[in-house]
């Protein structure tokens, strides 16, 4: 193997590995900041309950607004 063919696959496999090492500290601080803790490991099973309880948070909000329209007789 030629050393320039090596140093090019070390290089392209450093710069992959920056791009995704920073993708996951992005999504880590997200969590962090929305559910309160950092999480051990991030699954698809913890992102779709952060992403349903959310929704619930949104709907819930969205009554919420409705009811107190409702009472008051305005609309904001």
């Not at 996951?24 to 992403?51: C, H, Q, V």
């Given at each position: 193997?030629q050393?320039?063919?090596?140093?090019?696959?070390?290089?392209?496999?450093?710069?992959?590995?920056?791009?995704?090492?920073?993708?996951?500290?992005?999504?880590?601080?997200?969590?962090?900041?929305?559910?309160g803790?950092?999480?051990?490991?991030?699954?698809?099973?913890?992102l779709?309950?952060?992403?349903?309880?959310?929704?619930k948070?949104?709907?819930?909000?969205k009554?919420?607004?409705?009811?107190?329209?409702?009472?008051?007789?305005s609309?904001?």
């Amino acid at each position: 193997m030629q050393p320039w063919k090596f140093k090019s696959g070390q290089d392209e496999g450093a710069k992959n590995y920056r791009y995704w090492t920073r993708k996951a500290w992005i999504i880590e601080n997200i969590l962090r900041d929305r559910a309160g803790y950092y999480p051990i490991k991030i699954t698809d099973n913890m992102l779709n309950s952060i992403i349903e309880q959310m929704e619930k948070t949104i709907i819930f909000s969205k009554i919420t607004v409705s009811k107190q329209q409702d009472s008051t007789g305005s609309s904001i």
